[in-house]
């Protein structure tokens, strides 16, 4: 319903304000989406600025025009369903609640979802 009303409106802004906070986005390390900096361990590099990539500058690029604020977090694969329905991976992240979103070089194979 909301994102209906958004769309009718073309007016993201009052959205954003309404629902905005930091979002954790998980993600894995894959070139050339996702890399950690060369110079990270050296020039002692903290929280989203030890990585670089495609994903990790379009997520940035979103996050400046909708206006979030956002901490990469990296994931243990993309992710797979378990024989129990549990997910893995970055899926499993965003199931499970510890992270908002994800980004990457992701595929999905309806075998695989259902």
């Known amino acids: 319903m909301i994102l209906d009303e958004l769309t009718e409106s073309n007016n993201t802004e009052g959205w954003v304000q309404e629902f905005a906070t930091d979002f954790v986005v998980a993600t894995v390390l894959s070139d050339p989406y996702t890399m950690i900096k ?14 670089e990539g495609f994903a990790v500058d379009l997520i940035n690029e979103i996050a400046k025009i909708v206006g979030f604020n ?18 893995t991976g970055m899926i ?23």
């Open 38 to 51: 060369t110079d990270a361990v050296s020039e002692g590099r903290v929280g989203n600025d030890r990585y």
């Open 70 to 87: 956002f901490t990469i977090a990296l994931a243990n694969g993309y992710g797979s369903r378990r024989q129990d329905g549990s997910w």
């Open 92 to 114: 499993g992240e965003i199931v499970e609640g510890r992270a908002d979103m994800a980004i990457g070089d992701m595929r999905f194979l309806m075998n695989k979802i259902f």
